[in-house]
């Protein structure tokens, strides 16, 4: 047993958190073809109740914001009771859980969209990569440069999304910023080449995250709100030779709203774009006064060094948790983990690959009665 930091309470927008692990956001692909959030899903978060808080798979918040095969939505009643039911079971074990809200932008392709190109800041592809499609891997295509009634209705749907998380009992959201996604594209100066007062300077690089998170903001109060960024990463083609200065610009705008957490990714693990020294969560720590969370490739030991020194409030983990649904419990005890290296059945299908990880107890029970046989 450890007095580890990670286990220590937190108290954040009203709630004692138990712990301060943070179940990180993870595209798994079980939604199925209608997009509606369903048993198999609550079964997966109901196991790792025992997070501080929850941060749910991307989540599209319109048919525009499509991108992934299988990714849950949050856009139609159906969608809104298919989580509603997952919220409900997570409540009754005792965990708390956010949805992040998606827009996929130009990382998407005209065969989510009847033939319709995805939108993006700028009429610039995504380059060095492919997508699964409904119809197979594909090339990027060049997206549609978004018009202003693009940008108006695409804030509408961030607005609708955010009442509709509200409906379903979700505890807050999480406006997903990061990962070469929408506002990502509208962030990055090599993604956004507009040169109307959506592009250009940080001011206007900015404009449409703050347009998001009014429409937001005015549904949920700030402390309930949370934003990810990805200030070192290169997926989906991101990376600007000016990432320091956006993203303290974009911290500093964020924590004058007072919103109620900044979830960064600082970790290198998902890729880095090597534009210059990686940004820390130290650097965050001070810019942003709220609940920072840290992500991306951590061990137990760098995260009770980044909390214990003071960097961060949370730290989110990923892949270890996908095959190990009881992460707290084994990190708690010490006990060893189940590999988490071959990804092969973790996106799309039922439950191999999702919940048919065993706990710690569990592989330990099986062994112990293989030994008395």
Known sequence: MTDSVLFSKFDWAGNTLQNRMVLAPMTRGRAGADRIPNKIMGDHYVARADAGLIITEATAISEEGIGWIDTPGIYTDEMVEGWRSVVDRVHQAGGKIILQLWHTGRASHSDFHNGELPLSASAIKIEGDEIHTPKGKKPYEVPKAMTYDDIKRTVDDF??????????????????????YLINQFLDSRSNQRNDNYGGNLEN?????????????????????GVRLSPNGVFNDMGA??????????????????????????GLAFGFHERGEAMTLAEF?????????????????????????????????????????????????????????????????????????????????????TSLT
Request: contains cysteine; glycine residues 10%; negative net charge.
């Open 285 to 369: 720590r001070a810019l942003y006064d709220g609940m920072l969370i840290g992500n991306c490739g951590y061990t137990k030991e760098e995260a009770e060094k980044r909390l214990a020194d003071g960097d961060g409030d949370m730290i989110a983990f990923g892949r270890p948790w996908i095959t190990n649904p009881d992460l707290p419990t084994r990190f708690k005890n010490n006990y060893p983990l189940t590999s988490f290296d071959d990804p092969s059945s973790w996106y799309g299908g039922g439950k191999e690959g999702y919940n048919d990880y065993e706990t710690y107890r569990e592989t330990s029970g099986k062994e112990a009665m």
């Open 159 to 180: 607005k609708k999304a955010a009442i509709n998380a509200k409906a379903a009992g979700f505890d807050g959201v999480e406006v997903h910023a990061a990962n070469g």
């Open 205 to 225: 690089r900015y404009r449409f995250l703050s347009e998001v998170m009014s429409a937001v903001l005015s549904v949920w109060s700030n402390e309930y709100v």
């Open 241 to 266: 030779d000016d990432y320091r200065e956006t993203y303290t610009y974009v911290a500093q705008q964020l924590n004058k709203l007072k919103i109620g957490y900044l979830h960064v990714m600082d």
